[in-house]
């Protein structure tokens, strides 16, 4: 299993119908990386400024979309002004920082009206095989867990997913399997005062 899924070209109307983004608007990519999910915000018309505390990320996106400003701070520490932007979106990273801290200043860049969006892809469990391998994929959750098991052990778990994939009649004889994801967001919108 390597690199995460795209987003679907939907979520551009859920940008543009719930979040409001298009031309005059600003948005901001909170904990943006190396910006997997900017070019869906790009794509609003919207001015996109990316925030990532990671440099060697920052510098991956500044060097594929010059286009976007770009601002190393942290969640608790956004490099711009009181009301500033439109909407705050983060894509697959407010789990690293869902704090009182770091909700207080997405607030405070917030325009008064401004929505705060929240984006994950998720594997889809309707589908059998999903659930399965989500039995196996919790197991080597944490990378710490697995570094410190014995390499018969790292065997056990590879053996794990392909014999489930060898068992799966969609997926017997594949070298490539695509796991079926659905896209979540959610908004907030903050109060005008």
């Keep these: 299993m390597r690199g995460r899924p795209d987003y679907p070209p939907e979520i551009a109307d859920w940008l ?17 990386g190396t910006g997997k999910f900017t070019p869906r ?3 609003t018309g919207a001015k996109v400024i990316a925030a990532e505390p990671v440099a060697a990320m920052l510098g991956k ?13 942290t969640a608790d520490s ?6 500033s932007v439109d909407a705050v979106v983060c894509a697959q990273s407010f789990h690293w920082f869902s704090t009182h801290a770091a909700l207080a200043e997405i607030l405070r860049v917030l325009k008064p009206g401004g929505k705060l969006g929240l984006i994950w892809n998720l594997r ?25 098991l014995s390499a018969d052990e790292r065997e056990k778990i590879d053996n ?22 659905e896209t979540a967001g959610f908004y907030v919108e903050k109060l005008a005062r």
Excluded: C, M
């Design 41 to 43: 915000l790009i794509s």
């Design 160 to 181: 794990e997913v392909h014999a489930l994939i060898a068992s799966e009649p969609l997926l017997a004889g594949k070298d490539v399997v695509t796991v079926p994801y």
């Design 78 to 83: 956004i490099p711009l002004p009181d009301a």
């Design 124 to 148: 889809d469990a309707s589908v059998p095989w999903v659930v399965r391998l989500d039995v196996i994929v919790n197991r080597v959750r944490s990378t710490s867990f697995v570094a410190a």
């Design 16 to 32: 543009r119908d719930q979040l409001g983004l298009r031309a005059g608007t600003t948005i901001v990519d909170l904990g943006a």
């Design 61 to 73: 996106l500044s060097a594929a979309l010059p286009q976007v400003e770009t601002h190393a701070g």
